[in-house]
DNA sequence: CCCTCGATCAC
DNA sequence: CCTCATATCGAGGG
């Protein structure tokens, strides 16, 4: 029987939080950072804001236009993100983090795991003093409270470290696991989000107890086979992912909402020949050929739509990027019947890069 | 098996 | 009124 000793950091608030440090005297008010689209005004979402704006109901991923109504009458500060500078605070944490587990698996810039078994001695008092000293080596070190969970398994942890926010310690030992799921909602398991929620509580499904009690025979009708078996074990607290290590991105994509939605391929074809470029940009950086590209949009209506195509070889041409993009976006647009909000580009199917080589050049 | 596309999640 | 980026699954068609 081999048992882990698995820990989860997640960054509290963490794009506000990183703004509160560069200004101290923003921490006693509503602080939102912002991601304005490109239409001008206050159109776009909030990234994350502070709890002083959660408690107006602010959230992240509302649009900015609400949460300024939310706060009319509150001495506030609506930031646009500055995500240069939030990459520049999360490497040094980062690396802080890395110290302290025997593998180490970045997830996002505002989170981590690390499988501490080793370090631990398989002692989850142990593991407990380890995630306290994460904890007070960031804070002293960079001004970041975060917040740790601890458990058998990745997913205990994850939901350990949501369970007590911010600056929350959360230890959950295998013989704790059941008591602490059952009384949960569903919604607490990482990967059952708003959909499955709904359709679990047509069933009257509502806490992790109560989707203990399906049958993985009716899980695999309502959710294909493997979703079915991942929310059977979940409920369970079961969770055999292992904490690896995170090569290279396996796909880059950009997307941008267009000044004004429109149907033109005139209008559309510059803003994508850009995003070309950026990608492509990454893609010679990072030392990769892409062999799939992707054009996606958001319509007026906000459904989206995607169009792709694989090419015959491994590329890191912007004029092969440039080309199949302009062939996708006709294609799509002349299925086109309402207009087009927002505008991307993906490549994926990477490779490492190798220099261009035909079968004759072996010869 | 390979490809395309929409859906879902969650950042 | 609705950002941006990544990963994964399943259906459907070859």
């Known amino acids: ?4 000793v698995i820990l989860h950091v997640d960054f509290d608030y963490f794009y506000a939080q990183c703004e509160e440090i560069r200004k101290p005297e923003l921490k006693t008010r509503p602080v939102c950072v912002c991601i304005f689209s ?19 109901g602010v959230k992240s991923g509302m649009p900015i236009v609400f949460a300024k109504r939310k706060l009319e009458t509150i001495n506030s500060s609506f930031l646009p993100a500055d995500f240069s500078y939030y990459e520049e605070i999360s490497g040094k944490a980062m ?52 917040s740790v969970g601890i458990g058998p398994n990745k997913l205990i942890a994850k939901i350990c470290s949501d369970h007590k926010k911010p600056d929350g310690l959360t230890i959950v030992k295998p013989n704790e696991v059941r ?23 047509e069933l009257g499904i509502n806490s992790i107890k ?64 850009e995003l070309c470029k950026e990608l492509q940009k990454i893609i010679v950086e990072e030392n990769k050929m892409f ?30 990027l440039e080309k199949n993009s302009k062939v996708l ?16 580009v993906k490549v994926s199917e990477l490779s490492e890069f190798k220099g261009q080589s035909s079968l004759t050049s072996y010869f």
């Open 210 to 273: 109560d989707l203990e009690s399906l049958q993985i025979f009716d899980l695999n009708k309502m959710f294909g086979k493997k979703n079915a078996s991942y929310i059977f074990n979940a409920s369970r607290g079961l969770d055999e992912e292992p904490v690896t290590k995170r090569e290279g991105s396996l796909q880059y994509s950009r997307i941008v909402t267009l000044k004004s939605d429109s149907s033109d391929f005139e209008f559309i074809l510059p803003t994508v020949l």
């Open 1 to 4: 029987m081999s048992s882990r």
């Open 329 to 344: 976006l006709e294609n799509i647009l002349r299925e086109q019947n309402t207009q087009v909000r927002r505008i991307g």
């Open 179 to 201: 008591d602490f799921l059952s009384p949960q909602l569903i919604r607490t398991i990482p990967g059952i989000g708003k959909k499955t929620e709904e359709r679990l509580d």
């Open 291 to 320: 062999r799939s590209v992707t054009v996606q949009l958001v319509q007026t209506d906000l459904t989206s739509k995607s169009r792709s195509r694989m090419l015959k070889n491994p590329s890191n041409s912007l004029e092969e």
């Open 95 to 146: 690396a802080i983090i890395q110290e302290y587990g025997d593998v180490f698996e970045y997830v996002g810039r505002d989170e981590a795991f690390l499988d501490i078994t080793k370090k631990s001695e398989m002692s989850f008092e142990k593991a407990a003093h380890i995630g306290q000293q994460l904890k007070n080596k960031i804070k002293s070190s960079l001004g970041i409270s975060c």
């Open 38 to 56: 490109d239409r001008g005004g206050d159109s776009g979402a909030i990234a994350t804001c502070n709890y002083k704006a959660r408690e107006f």
